[in-house]
T-cell receptor, first 117, second 114 residues
Framework: AQSVTQLDSQVPVFEEAPVELRCNYSSSVSVYLFWYVQYPNQGLQLLLKYLSGSTLVKGINGFEAEFNKSQTSFHLRKPSVHISDTAEYFCAVTPSPLTGTASKLTFGTGTRLQVTL | GAVVSQHPSWVICKSGTSVKIECRSLDFQATTMFWYRQFPKQSLMLMATSNEGSKATYEQGVEKDKFLINHASLTLSTLTVTSAHPEDSSFYIC??????????FGSGTRLTVV
């Protein structure tokens, strides 16, 4: 089984400041890792994913994340945030490779990023 | 590509009635769909996994008789909340696997039972 921990439930940050949203996971098998963003009353939109290869993954909207196997982390970063980045961010994992119904996503509890002027 | 259309976006129903939520994959065949429930300011809780042509697999604690899931075709999965009660009010989201490593999500359905 897998588990995901997002230590920060809320992260307030000023516009144009850098931000890091933390994600740690636990798994006895290899995993794929994902970051999703959710705006109010909407579904989830994929920001980026790590499957294999380079541990630094670049996603949409200027976000990037780094996979650290030894620390079992997949922290999300953005060098300069915008007001429009205010949303809920979810880290998720699934066993790799994907096989059958076991390949469901396990989500963290989410981090609310609040960007202010 | 890989779009899932979820309807309705919101629904209000009376206690005791049933509500059906649909998720359609528009440009791919979704052999596996997932249904989630999300409480305010909380994470997504997986309710069940449905595979086309077979019975859904429900997570522990989810009442299969209350939350009926049908995945009769490769492009349509439905969740029916039967005999809905106020405690069933929530945000329901579907998701589909569209490749060996891709998941796409519907836009969600806000259910309010009065």
């Amino acid at each position: 089984a897998q588990s995901v921990t997002q230590l920060d439930s809320q992260v307030p940050v000023f516009e144009e400041a850098p931000v890091e949203l933390r994600c740690n996971y636990s798994s006895s098998v290899s995993v794929y890792l994902f970051w999703y963003v959710q705006y109010p009353n909407q579904g989830l939109q994929l920001l980026l994913k790590y499957l294999s290869g380079s541990t630094l993954v670049k996603g949409i909207n200027g976000f990037e994340a780094e996979f650290n196997k030894s620390q079992t982390s997949f922290h999300l970063r953005k060098p300069s945030v915008h007001i429009s980045d205010t949303a809920e961010y979810f880290c998720a994992v699934t066993p790799s490779p994907l096989t059958g119904t076991a390949s469901k996503l396990t989500f963290g509890t989410g981090t609310r990023l609040q960007v202010t002027l | 590509g890989a779009v899932v259309s979820q309807h309705p976006s919101w629904v209000i129903c009376k206690s005791g009635t049933s509500v059906k939520i649909e998720c359609r994959s528009l440009d791919f065949q979704a052999t596996t769909m997932f249904w989630y429930r999300q409480f305010p300011k909380q994470s997504l809780m997986l309710m069940a996994t449905s595979n086309e042509g077979s019975k859904a697999t429900y997570e522990q604690g989810v009442e299969k008789d209350k939350f009926l899931i049908n995945h009769a075709s490769l492009t349509l999965s439905t969740l029916t909340v039967t005999s809905a009660h106020p405690e069933d009010s929530s945000f329901y989201i579907c998701s589909a696997r569209f490749t060996n490593y891709g998941y796409t999500f519907g836009s969600g359905t806000r259910l309010t039972v009065v």
